[in-house]
Structure formats: C-alpha cells, structure tokens
C-alpha cells in the first residue's frame, strides 16, 4: 500500500494535542477561501468569503500569533538538538534549511503588531458579511457585492487575506515538519478493530491512517494517554454507522517530536 499515489488514498488526521486541532482547522479555513476566491458562481465565492468570517472570529478569540511562535521555538529546538548529534552530518544540509526557514518565520512573527485584525474591524463590508454570515436573508448590501464582477470580489477576498498570509505561511511549515516526522507501518485491524500501545517518552502530536479510496469503510481513531485505539466503521441501508466487521490492512503513522 506504501506505493500508492496521493490520488488513489484517503488520508484520516486525528490530532493528540489540541494546538494541532487548531493548526489544523485554521489550514481547512484557509485552503478554503483559496479554493472558492476564484470562483465565477457567486455562491461558490460566498462560501470563501464565510470561511473568512469563520476564521476572523477563531483569530479574535485567541492569540495565534504567541501559539505560533510557541510551537515554531519548541520545533526550532527539537532540529537544533538533532543537528548536534554526530549522526546528523549526513543530513546537514536538510537541517540547516529546516533551521533557516524556522528563523525567518520567527522573525516575521515577532515583527507582528498585535492590533493585525484592526483593519478588518474597521471594514464595514466585511463587518457586514460577518454579522450576517448565519442569517437567512442578506443585506442588500452584501447582495450587491456579490452581483459585482468576480475579478472585483477575488480582489477585495485577496486584500482581506493578504494581512493573514503569515499563518498560512508558519501553519503549512509546521504541519509539514510534523507530518514528515511520522513513520509508515503496515497494520491490520482484526475484524475492523486495532489497538496499540504508546511509547509513553514519545511527545505525539498527530495520528495519521492512510486507506485507499475506493474503500467503503473509515476509521473512528481515539488517543488516549497510554494506548490508540482504532474501529473501522461503515453505514448500513439505513444510514446507521454500523463497526465493520472485516479485516482491514491500513498504513498507520505516528508523528511525533
């Protein structure tokens, strides 16, 4: 199954640590309103623009900016120790860039105002959208944006992200070290059903099943603190999620730092 091509699998992420699960969210909301901005169909462009509004509010309610810099100085110190390990001479070149890319995304987070989200404040369009996003009827107002030319509303999307680009940035380079620190086993699920036991010293951020996708059935993962459990599920007739009751063979990858 390792020989798969990514068109032909399904992946399925279950985050141990919850700064991953948020990580991870705000990469959805992000690769979301890039894949609708462009959209003729005013509908489709609507659904960039309430992912948007989505992510301002998780943004407003937190500081993403300390939590970023938090989890790019705990990785910088993870590949700093592996590089002064001996064994690491081969890799140099790899971890110099790794390091590299680390300082610089730092530096860029600490030049950071804290007041990044006033201009969208000030945005009374945005502010708009925003206070309406749930509601069944829209404003005029906002009906009006969506009947201008797709080129004016793409534009205006990529001024509201613009400012935002520094999370896509620093979250694509953290879930992308973290992902590649997995390593890929052959497992099967007796009877839909697999339980392992963890290595309690290993800091692990993220639970990874990899099947392919023709498949008929899922995995419902749960990470407790000493053992991962997995239960391959399937719908019946009825629409009832229903354990499968199959042997499955599975890619599994643990990554952790």
């Known amino acids: 199954m390792n020989s798969l091509s990514d068109n032909q699998v399904s992946i399925y992420e279950e985050p141990v640590q919850e700064k991953i699960r948020k990580f991870i969210k705000l990469e959805s909301l992000l690769n979301k309103i890039n894949y609708f901005k462009g959209k003729e169909n005013k509908t489709e462009n609507y659904i960039s623009v309430l992912a948007l509004t989505e992510l301002y509010e998780i943004l407003s309610r937190g500081d993403i900016k300390s939590e970023l810099i938090r989890e790019i100085e705990n990785q910088y ?8 390990a001996p064994e690491a001479k081969a890799d140099e070149n790899k971890l110099n860039s790794v390091l590299e890319k680390q300082s610089m995304l730092l530096q860029l987070l600490h030049g950071l105002e804290s ?98 996708s023709d498949l008929y059935y899922y995995p419902q993962i749960s990470v407790g603190k000493q053992r991962l459990t997995i ?11 229903v354990p499968y009751q199959e042997d499955v063979t599975f890619i599994l990858t643990t990554c952790s730092l």
């Open 77 to 84: 110190i993870y590949f700093k120790k592996i590089k002064e």
């Open 115 to 212: 007041n990044y989200l006033d201009y969208l404040e000030h945005d009374i369009l945005f502010k708009t959208i925003l206070k309406n996003s749930f509601t069944q009827l829209q404003p005029s107002s906002v009906d009006f944006w969506l009947s201008r030319d797709i080129l004016i509303r793409e534009t205006q999307i990529d001024l509201w992200l613009e400012p935002l680009q520094f999370i896509k940035r620093s979250i694509d380079f953290i879930l992308e070290v973290i992902r590649k620190s997995g390593r890929f086993e052959d497992k099967m699920a007796e009877k839909g059903f697999f339980i392992e036991r963890h290595n309690t010293q290993r800091n692990i951020l993220l639970i990874r099943v990899t099947l392919t």
């Open 231 to 241: 239960m391959f599920m399937t719908k019946d007739d009825k629409n009832n999620l």
